[in-house]
């Protein structure tokens, strides 16, 4: 079964009332609330959203209303990673490729006028380019805006942030022969190359526009999507509206949107309560669905799907004591991943236990594999003891620490609550250090931090994408390594797996890698894996959730039912 297919599996589920509100809950309280839904139960539903295509026709018009509840640090999407700017501006933009927005396991050309023609060896991809695209400033799209986009991802020079670099190191280089064909030369064969290709994240940016000045792209927009850019009131709304030139002809078929940002959970779900929007795209509590469900008997439809996304516990390798082992072992082991991840999904977007990889995606270990990673065991009393131990042995029985936290109730909060209390019960004190999305990102890349509670999420199953956060920090620069450390090993495994084109023996070196990083050097672990929830109006149609916020969020196929 795909993870597409998996998506359009719906449930749902009792639960209590109770709703994390603010940061301010005493800790304490949150916890019992957390704890208290273990006994909930769940009953299977059919989705009203299994009719979203349902063989009705189109309907061009409307505007689309949607809600983001966070804003974006900037709106380079080459350098962020955060939905926070994909939501709003992905409509603005075009890719090389995307995902199908009828079959999301499924590639397709975007500004890409064909499949890459792939030679013998696999090393050499050459792409033909669709010679009617048009930025929105009115300029034609070439192979040099192609090639300018991707040596700024690739091969950015000094002073430039690229958040994805670390997955195309498989890439020697790239060359323009024509104004209409791009050519990648690659060092070996890469599996995950095409995929990353598709990446969401690699919109198409103006050659000229980057050369006036690389950085242009982290204030301005000019993209080639299917919506131009309207504008951009912080704290309030982005809004776009239909390209009247955009490539496909019958397409966008919205007149326009408008992304509204609310941070507050409860005037999240009381926008779409009230039918101010119509969606929120990242997800909702199980508690909020079921909200709107009883408010909304009539007009609701639903889908759910595992997510490529969860929280990582990132201790600073590069402060004290946090360059010792030891002390991040402990804080692993402290962790009793099988309680709290059952807790946690009775009250927010949390559910599967897993490592590095998806748990039950196409690389997950087994669960029996799985207990033997420190801090994986399901006997949480024998983890604890061993943490304690440790602690004891590298002389921090009184640790104290910050735990920097990003300021979202769903699921950053629960889940730092739930880990506060898992090291408090070893000794360990721990002060609750939130920060709005900005500052927040901006401390992780900084490292001004004790241990962050960082996050990763990709939009394929794919271990290169999952990977590239391990890196030696020094190799990326400032890229998605937050723990600071550097480790040649740990590359040269993480090399060798992206090398590999037997599947199973790709899976074994990618198992060794999370014994090795996880567990011996404990560099940075996750805590229970994501469950996306989508409550939305009925109206919308021509949109399908998958594993992942990040793909199909160009709204191009998107419409509104009357």
């Known amino acids: 079964m795909t993870a597409g297919q998996r998506g359009q599996t719906a449930v749902r589920t009792k639960v209590g009332r109770v709703e994390m509100r603010s940061r301010g809950v005493v800790f304490g309280l949150v916890l019992a609330v957390v704890l208290s839904a273990c006994t909930q ?41 955060s939905f926070a700017l994909l939501h709003p501006a992905a409509p603005h933009y075009s890719t090389l490729y995307r995902f199908d927005p009828a079959d999301l396991t499924k590639i397709v050309p975007d500004v890409a006028a064909a499949m890459p023609e792939i030679s013998a060896d696999k090393q050499t991809w050459t792409i033909k380019l669709r010679t009617d695209v048009k930025f929105h400033d009115g300029a034609l799209m070439t192979s040099e805006d192609v090639l300018a986009t991707y040596n700024k991802i690739i091969f950015p ?10 997955a195309y190191a498989a890439v020697d280089g790239i060359q323009a022969p024509d104004k209409s064909t791009v050519v990648f030369k690659l060092k070996y064969p890469a599996a ?33 999507g299917p919506f131009t850019f309207v504008s951009y009131t912080k704290g309030s709304v982005w809004e776009g509206k239909k390209n009247p030139d955009y490539f496909l002809k019958d397409r966008p078929y919205l007149d326009g949107y408008k992304a509204v940002f609310i941070a507050d959970s409860t005037a999240e779900v009381n926008a779409i309560k009230s039918k101010q ?93 799985l207990v033997k990673i420190a801090g994986f065991s399901k006997d949480g009393k024998a983890s604890k003891d061993q943490a304690r131990s440790l602690l004891k042995a590298a002389g921090q029985e009184n640790l104290t620490f910050k735990l920097l936290n990003r300021n979202l109730s769903t699921p950053y909060e629960p889940i730092a609550v739930a880990l506060i209390n898992e090291w408090k019960a070893v000794g360990i004190n721990v002060t609750h250090d939130v920060k709005e999305t900005t500052p927040y990102l901006a401390d992780l890349a900084s490292g001004n931090f004790d ?34 450390y550097d480790d040649a090993k740990l590359d040269g495994m993480i090399d060798a ?35 996306r929830i989508i409550p939305y109006l009925s109206k919308v149609r021509g949109w399908k959730v998958g594993s992942n916020h990040y793909t199909n969020q160009d709204l191009v196929s998107v419409w509104l039912a009357n």
């Open 277 to 369: 929007a119509a969606i929120e795209f990242r997800g909702f509590t199980p508690q909020q669905r079921d909200d709107l469900s009883r408010s909304l008997p009539n007009d609701l439809a639903i889908q759910e799907a595992p997510w490529i996304c969860v929280n990582y516990i990132v201790p600073n390798a590069k402060r004290k004591p946090f360059d010792d082992p030891r002390v991040r072992r402990a804080l692993t082991l402290a962790i009793d991943r099988w309680t709290i991840g059952d807790a946690l999904s009775k009250i927010t977007i949390v559910k599967d236990v897993g490592g590095l990889m998806r748990p039950k995606g196409p690389f997950a270990q087994s669960d029996a594999d």
């Open 451 to 484: 241990v962050g509670l960082d996050f990763n999420c990709d939009f394929l199953d794919e271990p290169d994408l999952q990977l590239a956060k391990f890196y030696s920090a020094s190799k990326l620069g400032k890229g998605l390594n937050r723990a600071g």
């Open 497 to 531: 797996q992206a090398r590999e084109t037997d599947p199973e023996k790709r899976k074994a070196a990618v198992w060794a890698i999370e014994r090795y990083a996880m567990d011996e050097m404990a560099y940075q672990y996750p805590a229970p894996w994501w469950f």
């Open 192 to 224: 995950s190359f095409q995929a990353n290709l598709a990446s969401p994240w690699n919109w198409i940016y103006s050659a000229a526009k980057l050369k006036t000045d690389i950085k242009w792209y982290e204030k301005n927009v000019d993209g080639t």
């Open 41 to 81: 139960q769940q009953q299977s539903a059919k989705t009203p959203a299994a009719s979203v295509a349902g063989g009705e026709q189109p309907k061009p018009g409307g505007t689309l209303t949607f809600v983001v509840n966070a804003e974006p640090p900037s709106f380079d999407a080459h350098r962020e990673t």
């Open 157 to 166: 020079p000094q002073g430039v942030v690229s958040s994805r670099q670390g």
